[in-house]
């Protein structure tokens, strides 16, 4: 019922800037939490941020003071500001939508050269 659209990713050269947005459609309703993952051959899935109901975030250690994570309720979106974007920032960015159960996006694709 509920689906997730990611749009925002691009090829970025080192030091640049990107921002990522998750439109969410369908039956919402008691959002705990919205984020951001992210996947990269040979290393493991991680959280890297996440804003909760209250408007609460949280950061993984090696975004932080780089990425900001902002939402709009109107607009049922979430969005992941990325500056000084570095080469291990290359990663598939997957954002969710935690309900009663979790809802993932299909993924954006963040490739960022040296």
């Known amino acids: 019922q509920v689906q997730l659209v990611e749009s925002g990713g691009g090829l970025v050269q080192a030091g640049g800037s990107l921002r990522l947005s998750c439109a969410a459609s369908?039956?919402?309703?008691?959002?705990?939490?919205m984020g951001w993952d992210r996947q990269t051959p040979g290393k493991p899935r991680e959280l890297v941020s996440t804003?909760?109901?209250?408007?609460?975030?949280s950061y993984a250690d090696s975004v932080k003071g780089r990425f900001t994570i902002s939402r709009d309720n109107g607009k049922n979106t979430v969005y992941l500001q990325m500056n000084s974007l570095k080469p291990e920032d290359t990663a598939v960015y997957y954002c969710?939508?935690?309900?009663?159960?979790?809802?993932w996006g299909q993924g954006t694709l963040v490739t960022v050269s040296s």
């Open positions: 804003i909760s109901s209250t408007g609460m975030t």
């Open positions: 369908g039956s919402i309703f008691r959002i705990n939490a």
């Open positions: 969710y939508l935690e309900l009663i159960d979790t809802v």
